[in-house]
């Protein structure tokens, strides 16, 4: 990829300064700091969702059990 750079008439140093920036190394405080927090909000959403799938699953697990006790009761 660098060598198509360079042979488009763009210094090694420009092409690099461009990547960067595509990485958002160059960008103000602000925006960083803005990027941070969204990927934060991501992550933690991400979390949040395991943990009420997890939730979810125990509840099914305990209300399956109980009526299947309750079934057991019944048959008697």
Do not use: I, P, V
């Amino acid at each position: 990829m660098l060598l198509n750079q360079a042979k488009r008439g763009q210094s090694k140093r420009e092409f690099h300064k461009k990547a960067m920036k595509s990485k958002g190394l160059f960008r103000s405080k602000k925006a960083q700091l803005a990027r941070a927090d969204s990927r934060f909000n991501k992550l933690s959403r991400r979390r949040t969702e395991a943990k009420r799938r997890r939730l979810y699953k125990k509840r099914r697990f305990l209300e399956e059990l109980k009526r299947k006790r309750n079934a057991k009761r019944k048959r008697y």
